[in-house]
């Protein structure tokens, strides 16, 4: 007694390759927005962790000339020290700002031909009591203290960064919701045409006693793996964007940290996964709900 | 089996398609449904069925008041009930035996079941050599068999039939009778709504005559038309002398209680559907009930 899933999958593939069309517009759609569903994740996340990696340990670098003498670098200490709003202060000396030089520049051989541990700026890397004091303490230091090569605070950088993103992260996520919306209403009409051509057969089981959730769970079925094909083909897409953006962050100094470990690309692949099936599942539902009459 | 209850229907917007009708069906009868065109006739099938509701009245099958029934219960109530139609209605894409095993298939019954009964029920419709085929291959009588044959594989209490004689020609719908007969043997009820006045003449079984949503007779052992006989007595015998083509089926108490039941052989469903008489009351009701583990 019962739906047995041989019966569903039977009437499910049927389904499908007789309306083969619709399911295929259906299931590049879904695939078209789950792309863009991922990547804008993606991007999210490796933009946040670029930022925070920039942003969470320094508020303050302070840029001290290559080689110079001890009496200034004794100086800016002691202005450090002198500066309420600085909450600590780190020193890297010479040999740890060129080792930290050769992490960052990795790969840019050229580059590092021409560093030497006397070449690179040594570094203060401050912390704030509050990171929005950065512009007020960095102009302080770079007003002409002596043996200052220049300071930065991450603050601008990273307010352009996270505009820019925000703002990519927002078309995205419109084109993306749309095109979610355009996939539903997709699947429905796919579900619309099938349950059409399948109009003799549904009256037939409503006549003989089907159980409405027999009649029903095919074509749901059939909404449901629309959206997880759309959804298998989104998460490749999201793989490549992913090695693309490894890709950029090998190459492009300031993405340096902008990778997404593989624990959250799993999470962001169940996720797109996740949308694809319930988009199919209420695209489907909808279908059945307005055009099944049982 | 079947209790109409002081039964009305209007549809939206018209006059009603029946009216205060109240009658009752036995267990196992032969009853014909005439009236001109309009008259109510599909109405009162689809009201059985709970295609439609009664907006006055009840309607109850197997004692069970069908119109409080929720909606997720009527499935149940229509695996008791086989319909026949004037148009087949067969699946055009699934053979002969695909078609007859879909209404198994579809109420979820397992495998080995429906191959048997399937193959059991094209014998009793004679089309055991033609599981094969495509509806389309069969002439208008047979596909009206497959018909039958889907809404009985089941082996429902009751069996409808809107005309389903009405695409046929005479010698064909003969055929089609004596089947819906040899089926009513086995103690299933037949309720056959029809225009057909030589079959209702010949068969002389109940006939309900309905005229735009009235009641307008109820006689046992009745013909198509009103006869001047009728009027006198409705439920004595009339003298019209009978085709001899049906002359046979005409005693049904006798059939019943008779020993060599044909049907036996063709359909071995003695254990599970006993050819019953009025007397034996419930008895198919509760034993299919619980054969089926199933109520509505
Ligand atoms: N779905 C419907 N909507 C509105 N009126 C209907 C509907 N079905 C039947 N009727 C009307 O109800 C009356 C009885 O129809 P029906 O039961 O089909 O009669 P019969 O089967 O005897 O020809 C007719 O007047 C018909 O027009
Ligand atoms: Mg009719």
């Given at each position: 007694?019962?739906?047995?899933?041989?019966?569903?999958?039977?009437?499910?593939?049927?389904n499908?390759?007789?309306?083969?069309?619709m399911?295929?517009?259906a299931?590049l759609?879904?695939?078209?927005?789950?792309?863009?569903?991922?990547?804008?994740?993606?991007?999210?996340?490796?933009?946040?962790?670029?930022?925070?990696?920039?942003?969470?340990?320094?508020?303050?670098?302070?840029?001290?000339?290559?080689?110079?003498?001890?009496?200034?670098?004794?100086y800016?200490?002691?202005?450090i020290?002198?500066?309420?709003?600085?909450?600590?202060?780190?020193?890297?000396?010479?040999?740890e700002?060129?080792?930290?030089?050769?992490?960052?520049?990795?790969?840019?051989?050229?580059?590092?031909?021409?560093?030497?541990?006397g070449?690179?700026?040594?570094?203060?890397?401050?912390?704030?009591?509050?990171?929005?004091?950065?512009?007020?303490?960095?102009?302080?230091?770079?007003?002409?203290?002596?043996?200052?090569?220049?300071?930065t605070?991450?603050?601008?950088?990273?307010?352009?960064?996270?505009?820019?993103?925000?703002?990519?992260?927002?078309?995205?996520?419109?084109?993306a919701?749309?095109?979610?919306?355009?996939?539903?209403?997709?699947?429905?009409?796919a579900?619309?045409?099938?349950?059409?051509?399948?109009r003799?057969?549904?009256?037939v089981?409503?006549?003989?006693?089907?159980?409405?959730?027999?009649?029903?769970?095919?074509?749901?079925?059939?909404?449901?793996?629309?959206?997880?094909?759309g959804?298998?083909?989104?998460?490749?897409?999201?793989?490549?964007?992913?090695?693309?953006?490894?890709?950029?962050?090998?190459?492009?100094?300031?993405?340096?940290?902008?990778?997404?470990?593989?624990?959250?690309?799993?999470?962001?692949?169940?996720?797109?996964?996740?949308?694809?099936?319930?988009?199919?599942v209420?695209?489907?539902?909808?279908?059945?709900?307005?055009f099944l009459?049982? | 089996?079947?209790?109409?209850?002081?039964v009305?229907k209007?549809?939206?917007?018209?006059?009603?398609?029946?009216?205060?009708?109240?009658?009752?069906?036995?267990?196992?009868?032969?009853?014909?449904?005439?009236?001109?065109?309009?008259?109510?006739?599909?109405?009162?099938?689809?009201?059985?069925?709970?295609?439609?509701?009664?907006?006055?009245?009840?309607?109850?099958?197997?004692?069970?008041?069908?119109?409080?029934?929720?909606?997720?219960?009527?499935?149940?109530?229509?695996r008791?009930?086989?319909?026949?139609?004037?148009?087949?209605?067969?699946?055009?894409?699934?053979?002969v035996?695909?078609?007859?095993?879909?209404?198994?298939?579809v109420?979820?019954?397992?495998?080995?079941?429906?191959?048997?009964?399937?193959?059991?029920?094209?014998?009793l419709?004679?089309?055991?050599?033609?599981?094969?085929?495509?509806?389309?291959?069969?002439?208008?009588?047979?596909?009206?068999?497959v018909?039958?044959?889907?809404?009985?594989?089941?082996?429902?209490?009751?069996?409808?039939?809107?005309e389903?004689?009405?695409?046929?020609?005479?010698?064909?719908?003969?055929?089609?009778?004596?089947?819906?007969?040899r089926?009513?043997?086995?103690?299933?009820?037949?309720?056959?709504?029809?225009?057909?006045?030589?079959?209702?003449?010949?068969?002389?079984?109940?006939?309900i005559?309905?005229?735009?949503?009235?009641?307008?007779?109820?006689?046992?052992?009745?013909?198509?038309?009103?006869?001047?006989?009728?009027?006198?007595?409705?439920?004595?015998?009339?003298?019209?002398?009978?085709?001899?083509?049906?002359?046979?089926?005409?005693?049904?108490?006798?059939?019943?209680?008779?020993?060599?039941?044909?049907?036996?052989?063709?359909?071995?469903?003695?254990?599970?559907?006993?050819?019953?008489?009025?007397?034996?009351?419930?008895?198919?009701?509760?034993?299919?009930?619980?054969?089926?583990?199933?109520?509505?």
């Amino acid at each position: 007694m019962g739906l047995s899933v041989e019966y569903v999958a039977k009437e499910t593939a049927t389904n499908l390759w007789r309306n083969r069309l619709m399911a295929l517009a259906a299931i590049l759609t879904v695939a078209v927005s789950l792309s863009l569903v991922g990547t804008a994740l993606l991007l999210r996340q490796a933009v946040n962790r670029q930022i925070g990696a920039v942003a969470s340990n320094v508020n303050l670098q302070i840029f001290v000339n290559p080689g110079a003498p001890k009496s200034q670098l004794a100086y800016i200490r002691q202005e450090i020290k002198a500066t309420p709003q600085i909450e600590s202060c780190n020193y890297l000396n010479s040999t740890e700002s060129y080792n930290q030089a050769k992490q960052l520049l990795k790969g840019q051989k050229t580059v590092l031909s021409v560093l030497s541990p006397g070449t690179v700026p040594t570094d203060f890397r401050c912390q704030l009591h509050n990171p929005n004091q950065a512009a007020t303490v960095g102009a302080l230091f770079s007003a002409g203290i002596p043996g200052v090569y220049k300071v930065t605070w991450p603050g601008q950088s990273i307010h352009v960064m996270e505009q820019v993103t925000s703002v990519l992260q927002l078309i995205l996520l419109i084109v993306a919701i749309a095109l979610l919306v355009s996939s539903l209403v997709l699947i429905l009409n796919a579900i619309r045409m099938a349950i059409f051509s399948r109009r003799r057969e549904v009256s037939v089981m409503k006549l003989v006693g089907a159980t409405n959730w027999f009649i029903r769970i095919p074509f749901m079925a059939e909404g449901l793996v629309q959206g997880f094909l759309g959804s298998l083909v989104a998460v490749g897409i999201v793989m490549l964007s992913n090695w693309g953006l490894s890709y950029l962050s090998d190459r492009v100094q300031a993405l340096s940290q902008a990778t997404v470990p593989s624990g959250d690309l799993l999470v962001t692949e169940i996720l797109v996964v996740l949308v694809g099936l319930i988009v199919g599942v209420v695209g489907s539902s909808v279908a059945v709900r307005k055009f099944l009459d049982v | 089996m079947i209790r109409f209850d002081d039964v009305t229907k209007v549809y939206k917007g018209g006059s009603p398609a029946l009216k205060n009708i109240t009658l009752e069906i036995q267990k196992g009868e032969f009853v014909f449904l005439v009236g001109s065109s309009g008259s109510g006739k599909t109405t009162f099938l689809k009201l059985i069925l709970r295609e439609e509701k009664p907006d006055q009245g009840a309607i109850y099958v197997a004692g069970r008041d069908i119109g409080v029934l929720s909606a997720w219960k009527v499935p149940h109530l229509r695996r008791n009930l086989g319909c026949v139609f004037q148009d087949f209605r067969l699946l055009p894409n699934k053979t002969v035996a695909e078609n007859v095993a879909f209404a198994l298939e579809v109420i979820g019954r397992p495998r080995q079941v429906i191959t048997t009964q399937v193959a059991q029920v094209l014998d009793l419709v004679g089309l055991g050599q033609k599981a094969s085929r495509m509806p389309d291959e069969l002439s208008g009588g047979e596909q009206q068999r497959v018909a039958i044959a889907r809404a009985f594989v089941n082996r429902p209490l009751v069996l409808l039939a809107d005309e389903p004689t009405g695409n046929l020609d005479p010698a064909t719908s003969q055929g089609i009778m004596s089947l819906l007969d040899r089926i009513n043997r086995t103690g299933t009820t037949v309720l056959m709504a029809t225009h057909d006045v030589g079959i209702v003449d010949s068969m002389r079984r109940r006939v309900i005559e309905l005229d735009r949503g009235t009641l307008v007779r109820d006689q046992a052992r009745g013909v198509y038309g009103l006869t001047d006989e009728m009027h006198s007595s409705t439920s004595g015998l009339p003298a019209v002398p009978l085709s001899p083509a049906f002359a046979e089926l005409l005693d049904k108490d006798n059939r019943r209680s008779g020993k060599a039941d044909l049907d036996k052989q063709k359909l071995p469903l003695s254990d599970d559907v006993p050819v019953s008489d009025a007397g034996k009351g419930n008895s198919r009701v509760s034993s299919v009930r619980a054969r089926r583990g199933s109520r509505y």
